[in-house]
């Protein structure tokens, strides 16, 4: 199986079972529907063990731009492959977001609330701050490098690693996702807002495009940052790109927080679980 195949196929697992888990707890007359934070988090965490399960053999199961840029900031993956693998990423998470809506679609109609059904597709904030939601992503990605890289470093019983990912991608989501509904993945929130923004969704809402750069710049730069931190502090190298992308990256914050309003109106609904 070509790669990019793999991290089409992988990424659309991840959405299927990610942005499903989303669906089923929130939309009107589905028998989870409110099922609570606790299965979300559990279901995303399930989502990645399963999509790393199928494709992992072939591309390394990637399904993440931000993965696919901090590997290659630290040497783990050739440059000249990331526009592929990132486009690839982008393609599964539109087609899994798709069958999302067709699997869905009686309870969208039966649904009422637009915000509701923007959040089975993408991430809002619980408090709309550019700045602050932001360093969420960034930390929240941050972490999953640095849990991934270190992952890696050990020594599991064969099988077991995807496992363990998705265990991290669950504790993420239950200690840092409340604030932004941790999309630390950038193929993750864009494709399925896409997907948002074409389909016959009967009383959608628009796509909130105003929020959607955040979910994309915070987890690339916290996933570069995150991929730097570990091989700097782990292993000792990387050291002067550490320092070079600490340097950028607290230039970005500063302009974010001086050009950034408290309580800026591009949430949606706060009570939906992304």
């Known amino acids: 199986m070509s790669v990019y195949i793999a991290e089409v196929i992988g990424t659309m697992i991840l959405i299927i079972f990610g942005a499903g888990v ?21 279901g995303w965490g399930f989502a990645v063990a399963m999509a790393v399960y199928a494709v992992g053999q072939y591309s390394d199961a990637h399904i993440n ?22 486009a690839a990423q982008l393609v599964g998470a539109f087609i899994g977001a798709a069958i999302i809506f067709f699997h869905f679609q009686d309870h969208f109609k039966e649904t009422d609330d637009p915000d509701v059904k923007l959040g089975v597709f993408s991430t809002d904030p619980a408090i709309p701050n550019r700045f602050s939601n932001f360093i969420s992503e960034f930390i929240g990605t ?9 992952i890696g470093a050990n020594e599991f019983t064969e099988g077991l690693n995807p496992l363990i990912v998705g265990f991290l991608i669950t504790a993420i989501g239950l200690s840092l996702g409340g604030p932004t509904g941790y999309a630390i993945n950038p193929a993750r929130d864009l494709g399925p807002r896409i997907a948002h923004a ?14 959607a750069l955040i979910p994309i710049a915070g987890p690339v730069f916290g996933g570069v940052f995150g991929a730097l931190a570990y091989t700097t502090f782990f292993l000792g190298e990387n050291v002067t790109a550490f320092i070079i992308f600490s340097v950028v990256t ?25």
């Open 22 to 42: 989303v669906a089923n707890v929130n939309l009107m007359k589905s028998k989870a529907q409110g099922g609570g934070w606790i299965v979300v988090a559990l």
């Open 198 to 211: 074409v389909l016959p969704i009967t009383g959608k809402r628009d796509s909130n495009w105003g929020y």
């Open 65 to 86: 731009p931000a993965v696919t840029l901090g590997f290659a900031a630290v040497g783990e993956f050739a440059w000249s492959m990331v526009p592929g693998y990132i």
């Open 250 to 274: 607290a230039v970005v914050l500063a302009g974010l927080r001086f050009t950034s309003k408290p309580h800026e109106p591009v949430a949606s609904n706060p009570d939906v679980k992304n």
């Open 142 to 150: 941050a972490v999953l490098l640095l849990g991934l890289l270190s």
